[in-house]
């Protein structure tokens, strides 16, 4: 007979003592009406909070105070129950309540602090975290994913797990060229089964080496006290702080990750478009830690285009060593001191972008006034990135004409006399000389030819500034 999976919900209404203590302390009202209308209403919530879950059979553990704890044999009505219970609550008492879920009490109370946290200071945040913060969204995380290794995206994963009680992992993949896309699918496919074998590790202690290929090298058992510095009292201490976060993130192995499909580069801007689709009823995290450097630019852009602020990269500030010290598993590796998770939008000089085509509040800026700044700078980089190419076909152009009249002119004096029978192949030397010039226009210019040499020159010119400019970010291809 399989085991019963119980599911804990824990709910705590929101900063109850610190108003009860401001309307104590409120020197114009002498008996404290506020302060017993407040608890009141409060006893009253709780009663009809018990008298739900009763009727929906739901098994109490407690609830009294502000505080209510229960548990179900199954996930399946574990929201309706959870967003019902804090309607009531409001309606009754006019507060909040936070809930945190898991699959038991310890995990309940932990994410229950999580959602509190998220709560703080609500008033500074976007208007999408607000919502997220006041229960009404949940979240998903999009994963733009290069390497096959897993580790950087288990760091990205658990953070946003810990700050945003993460319920969705979206890997996320580009790719310029039609004809790999399937090799790209596959790739993709593997990620995920990389990640969900390191998480599932980590759990039972061991770490798994990958390569950049995403091929598994070893299995290694986490130790503790690996290099036998430690005392036995600081070993143990230790064990219970890798003991303290396994637990911790153990709830993230049931995170729902999925692939999509590969992005094509061309299509970029439509895909990004649709991962809005579910934007209304979730927020959407964007981490671009993963994301080449040569898309880097078109995914920022394309993303604050759409007011996109939650964009996010996770940096690292210690040397890699590229085993489970570099992961949040590790009692070294802690925010703000080993990594932070940077959000790029509220960078100091990324707040100023110009790249932004509405308000916080939704209305219409002048796209002339908004856009100027960086149209001046769009020109000045094509501007050099035409001048670079114009360099490169030019010198390249007068090497090829001194290659040809070397060759051409080099057989009349090198021959000796005594070989006067190839005399006549010496007469086609320059078209012999003209096979490399008239290749580079098939190889280069992607099978156009002219039997103009002069266009060797185009053609040299056409190919460097498109490579000037894929390798920023602003080529697209066909």
């Known amino acids: 007979m399989a085991e019963v999976k119980f599911h804990y919900v824990y709910l705590d209404g929101d900063k109850i003592g610190n108003n009860l203590r401001r309307l104590l302390l ?243 801007d439509e895909a990004i478009s649709s991962f809005e689709k579910d934007g209304d009823h979730r927020l959407n995290l964007y981490d671009v830690t993963g994301v080449r450097k040569e898309y880097l630019i078109e995914v920022y852009t394309l993303l604050r285009l759409m007011e996109k602020r939650e964009i996010y990269t996770f940096e690292v500030y210690k040397r890699l060593d590229f085993n489970y010290t570099d992961l949040v598993f590790s009692p070294g590796f802690t925010h703000g001191v080993a990594y932070d998770y940077t959000s790029l939008s509220n960078l100091s000089f990324t707040k100023k972008s110009k790249i932004i085509l509405k308000s916080d509040h939704g209305r219409i800026l002048n796209a002339s006034d908004n856009n100027s700044h960086f149209q001046e700078e769009r020109k000045r980089f094509f501007s050099l990135a035409q001048q670079t190419a114009n360099e490169f076909a030019k010198w390249s152009t007068a090497c090829a004409l001194i290659f040809i009249v070397i060759t051409t002119t080099a057989g009349w004096y090198l021959v000796p006399p005594s070989w006067n029978f190839i005399e006549p192949l010496l007469s086609l030397s320059p078209l012999f000389a003209l096979i490399p010039v008239y290749a580079t226009q098939i190889f280069l210019g992607r099978g156009n030819i002219s039997l103009n040499p002069l266009m060797f020159y185009q053609t040299l010119y056409k190919w460097k500034l498109k490579r000037v400019k894929k390798k920023f970010g602003l080529y697209r291809s066909k």
């Open 26 to 268: 409120d020197k114009n009202d002498e008996d404290h009406d506020a302060a017993n209308s407040l608890s009141d209403s409060i006893r009253q919530a709780m009663l009809l909070i018990r008298e739900y879950l009763v009727q929906q059979e739901v098994e109490i553990l407690m609830c009294g105070g502000d505080d209510v704890l229960f548990r179900l044999n199954s996930a399946e009505h574990k929201k309706s129950l959870v967003v019902e219970v804090q309607k009531t609550f409001l309606s009754t008492t006019g507060m909040t309540m936070s809930a945190g879920e898991g699959f038991s009490i310890e995990e309940s109370l932990e994410s229950l602090d999580r959602a509190k946290s998220m709560k703080q200071n609500t008033s500074e945040l976007p208007l999408v975290q607000r919502k997220y913060a006041q229960g009404e969204m949940e979240v998903a995380l999009y994963l733009f994913v290069t390497s096959l290794r897993p580790d950087a995206y288990i760091n990205s994963i658990c953070h946003c797990f810990e700050n945003f009680d993460l319920r969705e992992v979206i890997l996320v993949g580009i790719e310029a060229e039609k004809s790999k896309l399937y090799d790209q699918s596959s790739n993709l496919k593997r990620l995920k089964e990389n990640i969900d074998k390191q998480l599932r590790a980590l759990q039972e202690q061991s770490y798994i080496k990958f390569n950049q290929e995403g091929i598994e090298q070893a299995v290694v058992e986490v130790q503790v006290n690996e290099q036998d510095e430690l005392s036995e009292d600081q070993e143990e201490e230790l064990r219970k702080e890798y003991e303290k976060l396994r637990r911790k993130y153990a709830p993230v192995n049931r995170i729902s990750i999925r692939a999509l499909d590969p992005v094509l580069y061309s299509n970029l």
